[in-house]
């Protein structure tokens, strides 16, 4: 295990799901369909679709319920997905009843924090997330709530992106509601400006900082150094993956060996990793 600490400044960051906009059903439709087209791709990153056949498997930061149904389709004997956001359990569970009927009875969706989940340790094969982990706060004190329900030898798969360093770590809110959006703007103007530009755009939210939009702040040391302290063994990690990316990845990949340019240029992060104790 390494001997630095890792310190986040987020631990103590309380989220609240009153920050995010309930977007309508028409979105909500497209949008999943979206990331149904894009799982394939999303597996290929980690080389591939895991066996998830007879598993257990749990997703952290489920949204719209995608992946769960992906795993479920592929012959996970229990799928459970978890989201923050209520709204989006809800979407969930009813595309999964209107439209996989056939997974149904193995596939179940909960607006839980995986810290209060408490009927699953040392049950878990698998917990895939993606695109979430660059938006907990915590991050130390989930990956042992992870540990925890997973079995010995039990595996986390995660890929998510942008980092927050990266060209567009904001998620693009320095630019909402505009159609022209420039790289590491949000550095350069600033949290404050960031965080006012997401209230504009979001009449009667009030957020005060980067953690109430849901954005960490982590950099790929951090995580790095968080999975190893909360006693996870990496099997395999990608940065900046490009299958199915922008084709500037590869430019980004080639800078972020760079000394002094990994923080600026490290947009995505596909990590294995397996609990060994």
Not at 65 to 71: E, Y
Not at 165 to 185: Q, T
Request: aromatic residues 12%; proline residues 3%; hydrophobic residues 40%.
């Amino acid at each position: 295990m390494s001997q630095e600490t890792f310190t986040d400044s987020s631990a103590n960051y309380k989220f609240t799901e009153d920050n995010f906009a309930v977007p309508d059903e028409e979105f909500s439709l497209k949008y999943f369909e979206a990331q149904v087209t894009k799982s394939d791709m999303y597996w290929r990153r980690f080389g591939g679709r895991p066996d998830f056949s007879g598993k257990v498997v749990l997703e952290i930061g489920c949204g719209y319920g995608a992946l769960c149904i992906d795993a479920a389709i592929s012959g996970a004997r229990r799928v459970i997905g978890l989201d923050l956001i209520s709204s989006r359990i809800e979407f969930a569970r009813n595309i999964v009843a209107e439209r996989y009927p056939e997974i149904a009875d193995r596939i179940e969706f909960h607006h839980l924090d995986i810290d209060n989940l408490t009927t699953l340790d040392g049950q878990v094969d698998f917990v895939i997330s993606k695109d979430t982990f660059e938006h907990i706060m915590g991050i130390e004190r989930v990956l042992l709530s992870i540990k925890r329900v997973l079995r010995q030898g039990g595996l986390l798969i995660t890929g998510f992106s942008p980092l927050y360093y990266s060209p567009f770590g904001d998620h693009g809110y320095h630019a909402i509601g505009k159609r022209i959006r420039l790289p590491w703007a949000h550095l350069i103007i600033g949290d404050e400006r960031v965080v006012a530009a997401y209230n504009k755009y979001h009449p009667g939210i009030e957020c005060h900082s980067i953690y109430d939009l849901g954005l960490n702040k982590l950099k790929r040391r951090d995580f790095l150094k968080a999975f190893d302290q909360s006693g996870f063994v990496i099997v395999s990690e990608t940065t900046n993956a490009f299958e199915g990316a922008s084709k500037l990845m590869p430019l980004f990949r080639f800078l972020s060996k760079i000394p002094g340019l990994e923080d600026y240029t490290t947009v995505n992060m596909y990590v294995m990793a397996r609990k060994t104790y």
